[in-house]
């Protein structure tokens, strides 16, 4: 059927075989913060120390219960027909102080348990190694600003690979490297919670770039003939559009933007090991200016370029929103990375936002050129989407008609990027199955396709509109009927 650019025939069938998942993170809904000798991470510091880092000090010691309730999540995934489901291993569950020197095999029960419940019911597990819940003994030690935590990760991603992947095929080493790289090593809004403007972020980008690349070459030479598994990383990344579209400068502006979000770690692990020219050329003219005797982003050497280059089986991307972006003079005052690259991004004022107050702006159709963009750059890989979602405030009504609208929308670009674009995209993951814990943003801001009444000692789960049409998509593999 031929339909154009901009619009798009009543029934959208996706490819045979097409993947339909959701995902969440071990901190966010597991709870059981102590039990059974897990040992402490850095966000069950952080949010234990209170200061209103996090909304109304809420902390995840309890969170969905996931910990205790895996049964309840297997029923909502079993009844959403998912193909694919995601989640995190909580690194201090299975290695209490973070290193193999002391492994819990209460923790290795837990995930044996949800991997053997999944595929019993025909549903692949995606899990990923490390979502921002890093153990505290080793942050005690420098966390990732320091070098030597990439055997340390490489160790860690041995045992679980070890442990895991006779039946694990689809891993994830670290979860968005450039929002933790942000919000833990430059403004301090996430744990250790030490603002280090200068070279805190890119210190910790670099050494999160080499422990991927590092475990994934030990899953290639140590796993991959036997388990047959892939291997990548989670990137989060907007679209960002020029704010005047025939500007020049808000042009090159908006290549900056995205050559920060996601191109720094795209191009090295994609390309050629080595971050994008103009952004090492900015930052160290930057750092020049400001007295440093040499750039604060590192420098990679020929070896670890060679190490680096190739070290992903497919491209994973995370895209909830998208940005303006303008040329803006560095003005001086302290280092950051958008003054680095001279950039100032904002949303379009006709844009929605998905609630009152929310940093989410609902932008469909930035996914699409989103996908296009990696197409073109990347050589065409298979791309895995690993989180897509939209937040209601509390409370959220359960018939969240405005949200399951802007999932439609999306899944519509989806087929678009697809069928007009080419793009080999296999795997579309809704954030999130629950309701959770939202990081600094605590309880206040509900994503789950299943309501989760925190109030509720049972915690139990309840549907949200937006779950059971997402059934109906995963069950027709598309979209029937009217649109």
Known sequence: ?????????????????????AATAAYQVEG??????KGPNVWDTFTHQGGDRVFRNQTADVACGSYTLWEEDLKCIKQLGLTHYRFSLSWSRLLPDGT???????GIDYYNKMINDLLANGITPVVTLYHFDFPQPLEDQGGWKTGAIIEVFDAYARFCFGTFGDRVKLWITINEPNILALFAYETGMFPPGVPNPEIGAYQAVHNMIKAHAKAWHSYDSLFRKKQNGQVSVALFSPWVAPANPTSVADQEAAKRAMALALDSFAKPIFIDGDY????KSRVAAMSKKQGYASSRLPEFTDEEKKMIKGTADFFAVQYYTASLAKHRENSGGGPSLLKDIEVEVFPDPSWQASYPGSWIYVVPWGIRELLKNIKDTYNNPVIYITENGFPQGDPAP???????????????????????????????????????????????NKFGLYQVDFENPALPRVPYKSAMEYAKVIQNNGIKGSL
């Open 1 to 21: 059927m031929a339909f154009s650019s901009n619009s798009c025939p009543e029934e959208l069938t996706f490819p045979k075989g097409f993947g339909w998942g």
């Open 32 to 37: 059981g913060w102590d039990a059974d000798g």
């Open 100 to 106: 193999t020197g002391f492994i819990n095999q209460k």
């Open 276 to 279: 994008p020219a103009e952004l």
């Open 398 to 444: 359960l018939d969240d008609t405005q949200r399951w609208e802007y999932f439609r929308q999306t899944i519509q670009e989806l087929y678009k990027a697809i069928h007009l674009d080419k793009v080999n995209l296999q795997l579309y993951c809704v954030w999130s199955l629950l309701d959770n814990f939202e990081w600094t943003e605590g309880y206040s």
